[in-house]
Nanobody, 126 residues
Framework: QVQLQESGGGLVQAGGSLSLSCAASGYPFGEYAMAWFRRAPGKEREFVAAFRWRGSMTFHADSVKGRFTISRDNAKNAITLRMNNLKPEDTAVYSC???????????????????WGQGTQVTVSS
C-alpha cells in the first residue's frame, strides 16, 4: 500500500512563491507517475503537473507553464512542485497523486491514479 504525505502550501500574496512536496511511502513499483491536481471552490478537479518515472518526463498544464515546475527528489520517492508568480486564480486545494497511467497521454487523467494525499490548501491573495 502506497501512502502519500504532502507538505507546503499556505497563504501568499499574488506574485509570490510557494513549494509543495509529496513523499511516497511503500514501493510504487513499475512505470508509475506522481502528479499534482487542484480543486478550487465550485470547480472541477484540474490537472496541474506530473512526473513520470520512465524517461523522467515532466508535464505541466497550460495554465501553469512557465510559472510552476515539478521535479523529482532523487534521494526520496518524492516530488516537489515549485510555484512562482502565483495568481489569485491558483487558489485551491492541491492534492498529490500516484499511479500507473498507461502512457504519457494519460498523466492528466485523475482516474489513472490509485493513491491520493489528503490535500493542502494554497491561498493567493490579490
Amino acid at each position: 500500500q502506497v501512502q502519500l504525505q504532502e507538505s507546503g502550501g499556505g497563504l501568499v500574496q499574488a506574485g509570490g512563491s510557494l513549494s509543495l512536496s509529496c513523499a511516497a511511502s511503500g514501493y510504487p513499483f513499475g512505470e508509475y507517475a506522481m502528479a499534482w491536481f487542484r480543486r478550487a471552490p465550485g470547480k472541477e478537479r484540474e490537472f496541474v503537473a506530473a512526473f513520470r518515472w520512465r524517461g523522467s518526463m515532466t508535464f505541466h498544464a497550460d495554465s501553469v507553464k512557465g510559472r510552476f515546475t515539478i521535479s523529482r527528489d532523487n534521494a526520496k520517492n518524492a516530488i516537489t512542485l515549485r510555484m512562482n508568480n502565483l495568481k489569485p486564480e491558483d487558489t485551491a486545494v492541491y492534492s498529490c497523486a500516484a499511479g500507473y497511467p498507461p502512457g504519457p497521454s494519460r498523466v492528466t487523467f485523475p482516474s489513472d491514479y490509485m493513491y491520493w494525499g489528503q490535500g493542502t490548501q494554497v491561498t493567493v491573495s490579490s
